[in-house]
């Protein structure tokens, strides 16, 4: 039987898995995780935050680039990072993209009563989008609001349009809890008690309302709400795998900020080597065919035992 979780008991994460693959994990240097590339799965270095976020927006602008009116195409892109979102909009304007037959994808939102949370909401993502980059693009080049998608419980127009529109690239960060989106572990309950879905039947998994991890909502306190855990839902609706999949390309941007050095090495580790578990959710994507990790090379930082 596989372990408890040292942090939460009552689900399933990484803290669950063999320790010979823990301890592998940590023991890789940076220039270890450049070798971890293999085919269908890159790993590249970003030596400035400069750079690192340009890079980033400009993922944007090359799927949009490829939209035609015979062929809409888009990008999904994350909360978290947020700060390629400004850069994008201001590409956007000075080279007057026009955006018409363009789209995107918000990859998730927070879920308050079951339902997906207002725009009223302080912490709306889809609020942080149109705020940070939609809101700022020249009103004669923006993409009409029928071509911004975000995640509801209402509607199956979310997931469909990923059948209906090219999704070129599906970007995203990398939480505490090593999820994309809001694929989190599940609890360790009823069928799962004993272990948690196969990779399998967690890639089935479409759009969805998902109960936060313990590790998620501590971490979305920390990072946009002041430490303030009363103040973060547990519960969100999540892009899934079943949509994941059908991006071209899945785009991580580590900056260091979201996770921590041990999580960066552990899901390369586990995408390099084939080693999907759904306790570490984005070591599923070691069965799709494009997956790139972006690093801020300073962010990266080390395993090594150091007392503050």
């Not at 372990?3 to 008991?9: I, T």
């Not at 936060?212 to 430490?227: D, E, K, V, W």
């Not at 921590?260 to 599923?284: C, E, H, Q, W, Y």
Request: hydrophobic share 35%; proline share 7%; charged share 25%.
């Amino acid at each position: 039987m596989r372990p408890l979780s040292k942090v939460a008991p009552d689900w399933w994460d990484y803290t669950t898995l063999d320790t010979e693959l823990l301890d592998d994990a940590a023991r890789l240097s940076a220039d270890d995780l450049l070798g971890l590339s293999r085919e269908g799965f890159r790993v590249k270095f970003y030596d400035t935050l400069e750079d690192f976020y340009l890079a980033e927006a400009l993922e944007y602008i090359t799927a949009w680039r490829q939209a035609t009116p015979d062929r809409p195409a888009g990008i999904c892109g994350p909360i978290g990072p947020t700060e390629q979102l400004p850069l994008v909009a201001r590409l956007v304007n000075e080279l007057e993209l026009d955006l018409r037959h363009a789209h995107f994808w918000g990859m998730d939102e927070w879920a308050i009563d079951g339902r997906e949370a207002s725009e009223d909401f302080p912490l709306s993502f889809a609020k942080a989008d149109k705020d940070l980059c939609f809101n700022r693009i020249r009103s004669e080049l923006r993409m009409p609001d029928a071509n911004l998608h975000f995640p509801s419980l209402s509607s199956a127009a979310y997931s469909e349009s990923y059948d209906q529109i090219r999704c070129v690239v599906m970007q995203g960060g990398q939480g505490e809890v090593k999820h994309w989106a809001f694929n989190d572990p599940v609890r360790r309950t009823g069928k799962y008690q004993d272990a948690p879905p196969s990779p399998e039947e967690y890639r089935k998994l479409g759009t969805r309302l998902v109960d936060l991890h313990p590790m998620t909502i501590i971490q979305n306190a920390r990072t946009s709400g002041g430490g303030v855990v009363t103040g973060v839902p547990t519960q969100a609706i999540t892009v899934g795998p079943r949509e994941t999949w059908k991006a071209e390309k899945v785009s991580i941007w580590h900056a260091g900020h979201h996770d921590n050095p041990f999580g960066l090495r552990l899901t390369s580790l586990m995408i390099s080597k084939r080693l999907p578990d759904s306790a570490v959710p984005m070591s599923l994507l070691a069965d799709h065919p494009d997956v790139q990790f972006n690093f801020y090379r300073p962010g990266i930082g080390t395993c090594d035992a150091e007392m503050h």
